[in-house]
């Protein structure tokens, strides 16, 4: 039997068996998803009027997400108090003042409370529910929901501090620079991916791989671990924020040339680099931001491509990623369609994510025969702090920081 | 053979040699199907159906195009796989002012290197095409995919 043990305090190894094992995939579900975290669950648009659901998940628990008739957002879990059914059946759409189970119509309002039972009062003076039945004290569990910068989290714990305290000053910062108008939807995908859905976060948090797996980064200069730039961790580890600034003098550099890299490649060029072409919309320089806010969502600047991620594990070795991309209300024409154009670079075809949606699966298959092997993540050293270098894995140090606090390892 | 029925044999011969050059590995030969200036989007139903513009891939020049087969030749980094498109008949909905409207249904299988052959994806192209330099050629080759959900990864071009 595999042990099950953390190889000690330190955050530089984590074992494999955290990817593979079911029991310890089902206490993720309880004190993580269900536990005092925020889960993002929609875009404040996507609920504008009373009436409006979208549904979705948290860890694997199926929720509805409606916008009442006072205006407040709820969120209930999409389970029928009689027998157990899905409430809501379809990814969105526009109720009047209730929620109606197709199995037995039971009624819930918008808040999910339960309003109505069919024949409660039984048929010609037959049948019916006992008196003693309450309906109040039967109803699916309730979710609180909070929200900033035109994202929609919610939560199953009363623990969860308010949103701006669970993220830290520098996170709700970086968040609010660029989430700081009214945004439009541009398109939505889903990607199904093979792998545990921490490998995912950790590759997202990882600035040391951009420019090495990504071949498309480092030869087109879109971000080199010698541009300018770092990262920012929130304190408890579970956010960061990493960066790259724009300067001039990084033409010159050598350093992925000397060290003979696979992702330098001298005379490849593009055809038609108008997608290349940034436009500073936020004013201060910096073209790229990967933020993340534990447990499941990241907020991406890349130039001009703002999407948001939200991370949905199906199993141990599975999970869905939705990928919702992002304009302005303001957008001019022009703006608009480099954004369609810089879509290039991410999603599930992307020039720069595309490796990110299989080397996940490939860690999954590689660790299949080794749960007790750990994987090393020294690069920066061991510690968890902000940095003023992406040359470093101290975010990925943070997650499993803020991951086993929240375990209890 | 009639102007209508000539029109459809040459449609159905131009997405046999379209499926062709991309399930054979010739995707350097996939950009010459398109005129200079055009537009070739991979998106979903869902997105289609809501006017929303954003496509997986999205490409308004020849040269992105070209530019596509170049990243995966030489910049990212995939496990091996191959398509095989299984195509419907094209079914012509106008034909006005030098511009062909077609719509094709059709199926890719992606067969990975160990064998897994699955429904990669279904959908229908939405096709303009023009008269161009001596060939029929498309101005426009919107993909629409059934499904919103890709498995792992889109590689190659649907």
């Avoid at chain 1, 945004?183 to 590759?203: H, I, S, T």
Wanted: overall charge negative; charged content about 25%; some cysteine.
């Amino acid at each position: 039997m595999p042990t099950r043990e953390w190889p000690g305090e330190t955050l530089t190894r984590v074992p494999y068996w955290v990817y593979q094992d079911e029991r310890n995939y089902q206490d993720e579900l309880r004190r993580i998803f269900e536990g005092p975290t925020w889960s993002y669950v929609c875009l404040e648009s996507d609920v504008s009027r009373p009436g409006d659901y979208r549904t979705t998940f948290v860890g694997e628990m199926p929720i509805v997400v409606v916008r009442g008739e006072d205006g407040a957002i709820h969120a209930f879990e999409n389970r029928c108090a009689h027998r157990g059914a899905l409430i809501a059946l379809d990814d969105c759409g526009s109720t009047g003042r209730h929620f109606q189970c197709i199995y037995h119509a039971w009624t819930y309002d918008l808040r999910g409370d339960l309003v109505g039972i069919a024949f409660e009062k039984g048929s010609h003076g037959r049948g019916g529910m006992p008196a003693s039945f309450c309906k109040a004290e039967h109803a699916p569990r309730k979710l609180r929901t909070t929200t900033l910068c035109g994202l929609v989290w919610a939560s199953l714990s009363p623990d969860a501090p308010p949103i701006e305290r669970y993220l830290g000053e520098e996170i709700l910062g970086r968040l609010r620079r660029v989430l700081d108008r009214p945004v439009q939807v541009l398109g939505r995908f889903v990607q199904a991916l093979p792998n545990n859905w921490k490998l995912y976060v950790e590759n997202v948090k990882d600035t040391y791989h951009a420019s090495l797996l990504h071949a498309f980064f480092g030869t087109f200069r879109i971000t080199r671990l010698t541009q300018s730039g770092g990262i920012v961790v929130s304190p408890d580890g579970g956010h960061h924020a990493s960066f790259t600034i724009d300067r001039a003098d990084d033409a010159v550099s050598t350093a992925y040339r000397d060290q003979g890299i696979r992702s330098e490649k001298d005379g490849y060029r593009l055809a038609d680099p108008s997608l290349l072409e940034a436009v500073d919309e936020f004013g201060d320089g910096v073209k790229l931001q990967i933020l993340t806010v534990f447990p499941n969502l990241v907020v991406q600047q890349i130039y001009n491509s703002i999407a948001v991620r939200q991370v949905l594990p199906k199993g141990t070795d599975g999970m869905e990623l939705h990928w919702t991309y992002l304009g302005f209300a303001d957008d001019t024409p022009d703006l608009r369609r480099l954004r369609l154009k810089q879509a290039n670079l991410v999603g599930p075809a992307g020039y720069v994510s595309m490796e990110d949606g299989c080397v996940g699966g490939f860690v999954q298959r590689g660790a299949a025969a080794a749960p007790d092997a750990v994987s090393v993540v020294n690069m920066g050293g061991e510690g968890t702090e902000s940095q003023d270098t992406r040359a470093t894995e101290a975010s990925v140090r943070g997650f499993w920081k803020a991951y086993r606090r929240y375990m209890g390892h | 053979m009639d102007s209508a029925s000539s029109l459809l044999a040459q449609l159905t011969q131009l997405n046999a040699e379209y499926a062709r050059a991309i399930d054979d590995d010739r995707l350097e030969e996939w950009p010459a199907f398109f005129t200079e200036r055009c537009v070739y989007k991979i998106t979903s139903a869902d997105n289609h159906r809501r006017g929303l513009e954003a496509g997986i891939v999205y490409a308004d020049s020849i040269g992105m195009l070209r530019d596509r087969v170049s990243a995966l030749r030489e910049a990212n980094v995939y496990e091996r796989h191959t398509y095989r498109h299984l195509l419907g008949l094209p079914a012509i909905l106008s034909e006005r002012d030098g511009i062909v409207r077609a719509e094709t249904p059709f199926l890719v299988a992606r067969i990975m290197r160990n064998g897994d052959t699955a429904i990669f994806a279904t959908g229908r192209y939405l096709d303009a095409l023009v008269e161009d330099d001596g060939a029929l050629r498309f101005r426009e080759r919107v993909v629409v995919c059934d499904s919103s959900r890709t498995d792992t990864l889109l590689a190659i071009p649907l």
